[in-house]
């Protein structure tokens, strides 16, 4: 099995053996390892696997929310091998909060801080579409980008309200189903 592992300033690929004496590695587990030939010509070994567990880590529910957001973290990164610690630090920061708080808040303001960090967050003032100033309510697409309704033919939310979440970088103020209109969006890719 290749294993893609993300560190706090790289993304490597490691070779790792399967079998019946292996614990097994699942996406998204933050784990501790030794390299076995890391100078040779073929793919490193990963050996002596450890994984650091979390409380939430045998809630089904929580889990599976864990893996569709490392998954999003996994498309978003392909093919670059040193990045910023921007990365490793969300992704760890929200590992400690996942079972103290509703993930799907905890993924809406980490992928918030994600996207303003790489210089991607757009204010909502003037739709990206036809490029007209924008009502009281608005539509989001890809990166949170802001849009009329109309013009994407998606479901609107407040623009107030979103203009407070992109200044507080907090969801506390927003309703469950913002909530959930906001992950539907961020699940369709970073």
Not at 110 to 139: A, D, F, N, T, W
């Amino acid at each position: 099995m290749i294993a893609i592992v993300l560190t706090k300033n790289s993304i490597k690929s490691y070779y790792r053996f399967f079998g019946a004496r292996h614990s097994i590695l699942q996406i998204g587990y933050l784990i501790d390892f030794e390299l076995e030939d890391e100078h040779s010509q073929f793919m490193p070994r990963l050996r002596n696997l450890s994984h650091m567990s979390f409380p939430w880590i045998f809630d089904k529910n929580k889990l599976l929310l864990w893996h569709k957001f490392i998954m999003l973290f996994g498309k978003h990164l392909s093919g670059i091998d040193d990045i910023d610690s921007l990365y490793f630090d969300i992704i760890l920061e929200s590992a400690k909060k996942w079972d103290k708080q509703n993930p799907k808040r905890i993924i809406c303001e980490s992928y918030l801080e994600m996207i303003e960090r790489e210089g991607r967050l757009h204010y909502p003032q003037k739709c990206y579409i036809c490029e007209m100033e924008l009502g009281e309510s608005i539509s989001l697409m890809h990166s949170f980008l802001p849009a009329h309704s109309q013009c994407i033919y998606g479901s609107s939310i407040q623009k107030s309200k979103i203009l407070e979440f992109f200044k507080t970088k907090s969801t506390l103020y927003l309703e469950d189903d913002e909530i959930e209109y906001l992950y539907d969006i961020i699940m369709k890719g970073f």
